[in-house]
C-alpha cells in the first residue's frame, strides 16, 4: 500500500507570512498533483510534477518534487486569507494511474 | 468550462435505508474515480472506472456498496443498507487518459447518516 504523509497537519499563520509543505512517501511516483479544497467542496488540482527534480511556479505558490520522485513540497509565498483550506498531495503510479491521496495540510491564514 | 456534475450536493437518510448518488463526468473523460472523504482527512478510493470496467475497486464494502457506469459515461454509486459510519463527503472525479493522473473533481455530496 503507497502512502503520502504531509506535514504539518495544521498552519496557522498571519496574513503576508511564507510557509511550506511537505509530501512524503517510500513509494515511486509516476507523477504527483496538488489540490486544495474550501470546505464543503470538491479538491480543485492546482498542478501537476511529472519529472523528478521539477519546479512549477503558480504565481505565489511554488512547487516541487523530488529527485527520486517519492517527496514533493507546496511553498508559499506572502500568504493571503485566500489561501486558507485544506492542500492534499496525491501520488499516481500504475498502469491505470492510480492515485493515492495524502494525509492534508489545513491552512488558516489570519488577516 | 467543462465541470463533473454531481447530485444531490446533500443527503440526510435513516440508517438501514438505500442512498445513491450520481456523477456526470467532463466530456471525453474515460476514468472516473468516486471517493469517501471524512472532514479535514484525505479522500479514500471507493472505485475506479476506465471507461465502462471497474479497474480498482478493493477498498469499496462490497457487502453494502455498489458502482456501475453502464455507457462508460455517467456513474452512480449506492448505498443499501446505510450505517451511521457512512456519514461523509462523496466525491466524484474523472480524467483524460493519459494526463499522468490529474483528475477534476464534482462539489461532492454530504451524506448525513441518522
Known amino acids: 500500500t503507497q502512502l503520502l504523509e504531509q506535514s504539518p497537519q495544521f498552519l496557522s499563520i498571519q496574513e503576508g507570512e511564507n510557509l511550506t509543505v511537505y509530501c512524503n512517501s517510500s513509494?515511486?511516483?509516476?507523477?504527483l498533483q496538488w489540490y486544495r479544497q474550501e470546505p464543503g467542496e470538491g479538491p480543485v488540482l492546482l498542478v501537476t510534477?511529472?519529472?523528478?527534480?521539477e519546479v512549477k511556479k503558480l504565481k505565489r505558490l511554488t512547487f516541487q518534487f523530488g529527485d527520486a520522485r517519492k517527496d514533493s513540497s507546496l511553498h508559499i509565498t506572502a500568504a493571503q486569507p485566500g489561501d486558507t483550506g485544506l492542500y492534499l498531495c496525491a501520488g499516481s503510479a500504475g498502469g491505470y494511474q492510480k492515485v493515492t491521496f495524502g494525509t492534508g495540510t489545513k491552512l488558516q491564514v489570519i488577516p | 468550462e467543462a465541470e463533473v456534475a454531481q447530485s444531490p450536493r446533500y443527503k440526510i437518510t435513516e440508517k438501514s435505508q438505500a442512498v445513491a448518488f450520481w456523477c456526470d463526468p467532463i466530456?471525453?473523460?474515460?476514468?472516473l474515480y468516486w471517493y469517501r472523504q471524512i472532514l479535514g482527512q484525505g479522500p479514500e478510493l471507493l472505485v475506479q472506472f476506465q471507461d465502462e470496467s471497474v479497474v480498482d475497486d478493493s477498498q469499496l464494502p462490497k457487502d453494502r456498496f455498489s458502482a456501475e457506469r453502464l455507457k462508460g459515461v455517467d456513474s452512480t454509486l449506492k448505498i443499501q443498507p446505510a450505517e451511521l459510519g457512512d456519514s461523509a463527503m462523496y466525491l466524484c472525479?474523472?480524467?483524460?487518459?493519459?494526463?499522468?493522473?490529474?483528475?477534476?473533481f464534482g462539489p461532492g455530496t454530504r451524506l448525513t447518516v441518522t
Open positions: 472525479a474523472s480524467s483524460f487518459a493519459g494526463t499522468s493522473g490529474s483528475q477534476y
Open positions: 513509494s515511486v511516483f509516476s507523477s
Open positions: 466530456s471525453g473523460h474515460a476514468t
Open positions: 510534477v511529472v519529472t523528478g527534480g
